[in-house]
């Protein structure tokens, strides 16, 4: 069982940077490969990036490539989310997930645990 609590959200203009966290319990949380994943009101919940258990594969969606990274601290049981030049259009809520597995999916069907999620909004 783990337990996934994200901070880190919050307001900020367009082209700001926020930092996500996400605490997870438990004493096995490098054998979890770790998700994040958002969603914008009326829309349906969207994969946003993931990692390895180990931290050497990542992967992005399209969307933040280039401007979202996706890390983890296995000593602290903490996966972060490091988002820069923020639009509007990242606007929504933040959640984390976490599954105990190798690989690194991008479905959120494949994930077991899910954080509450955290708010987070850019102003043009």
């Known amino acids: 069982q783990v337990q996934l609590v994200e901070s880190g959200g919050g307001v900020v203009q367009a082209g700001g940077s926020l930092r996500l966290s996400c605490a997870a319990s438990?004493?096995?949380?490098?054998?979890?490969?770790m998700g994040w994943f958002r969603q914008a009101p009326g829309k349906e919940r969207e994969f946003v990036a993931a990692?390895?258990?180990?931290?050497?594969?990542?992967y992005y969606a399209d969307s933040v490539n280039g401007r979202f990274t996706i890390s983890r601290d296995n000593a602290k049981n903490t996966v972060y989310l490091q988002m820069n030049s923020l639009t509007p259009e990242d606007t929504a809520v933040y959640y984390c997930t976490a599954r105990s597995t190798p690989l690194i999916f991008t479905t959120p069907n494949a994930y077991d645990y899910w954080g509450q999620g955290t708010q987070v909004t850019v102003s043009s």
């Open positions: 438990g004493r096995t949380f490098s054998s979890y490969a």
């Open positions: 990692i390895s258990r180990s931290g050497g594969n990542t």
